[in-house]
């Protein structure tokens, strides 16, 4: 079965820090994915990378970049968080560039606090 | 701009009864339709997807989905629920960008 992991299933942080939020895929999926979970808003896509150092911006990308230097690992990075980036952080996979890129594997999420 | 809607946000069912889960979608070109589940303290997990052809799909769990075009609708459906189906579900179609766009998520509830 394919593995995402997710390095924190909850983390506590503080205005002003900056936060890296990791993620690791075990299926060598080329396409690599981290969404924010909200009650009411569902998820939101913050960034994508479809290969190793290409990114793309998703809906919400403001207060957050992405690194991808190596196939199995994507990270999430905010800069300086700040309160109302409190939310679950999913990260996800998926296969190739045809119509399995749409079949995403997900890790357990990161409850992220800011305090 | 694509995108889909779940307009409930909570559906409670008693077990053994029949169930659904709305979803409708933006009229944008030929819709990639997907559904999602996500049990409590889990990941999402895939359920099943609509690209083309047959209007009924089925997919993991004993659940499939309908399309249906004239009504821009892709409800999901379970002839019997169980109480392990309690959870939330995402309706999701593909974007631009071959990325998926979320719907807002419902919370099925079953009951015994």
């Known amino acids: 079965d394919v593995k995402v992991t997710q390095s924190s299933r909850y983390l506590v942080k503080r205005t002003g820090e900056k936060v890296f939020l990791e993620c690791v895929q075990d299926?060598?999926?080329?396409?690599m994915f981290w969404y924010r979970q909200d009650p009411g808003l569902g998820l939101r896509l913050i960034y994508f990378?479809?290969?190793?150092?290409?990114?793309e911006k998703g809906d919400i990308p403001e207060g957050y970049s992405v690194s991808r230097e190596k196939k199995e690992r994507f990270s999430l990075i905010l800069e300086s968080a700040s309160t109302n980036q409190t939310s679950m952080y999913l990260c996800?996979?998926?296969f190739g560039n045809g119509q399995g890129r749409e079949k995403l594997f997900f890790g357990s999420g990161t409850q992220l606090s800011v305090l | 701009a694509q995108s889909v809607a779940q307009p409930e946000d909570q559906v409670n069912v008693a077990e053994g009864n029949p169930l659904t889960v709305k979803c409708t979608y933006s009229?944008?070109?030929?819709?990639?339709l997907f559904w999602y589940v996500q049990y409590p303290n889990r990941g999402l997990q895939f359920l099943l997807k609509?690209?083309?052809?047959?209007?009924l799909v089925k997919g993991s769990y004993g659940f499939e989905a309908e399309f249906n075009k004239s009504q821009t609708s892709f409800h999901l459906k379970k002839p019997s629920a169980l109480v392990s189906d309690s959870a939330l579900y995402f309706c999701?179609?593909?974007?631009?960008?071959?990325?998926?766009?979320f719907g807002k998520g419902t919370k099925l509830s079953v009951k015994p």
């Open positions: 996800a996979s998926s």
């Open positions: 299926m060598d999926h080329e396409n």
């Open positions: 990378s479809y290969d190793v150092k290409m990114k």
């Open positions: 009229v944008s070109g030929n819709p990639y």
């Open positions: 609509y690209i083309t052809g047959d209007n």
């Open positions: 999701a179609r593909k974007g631009g960008q071959g990325n998926l766009i």
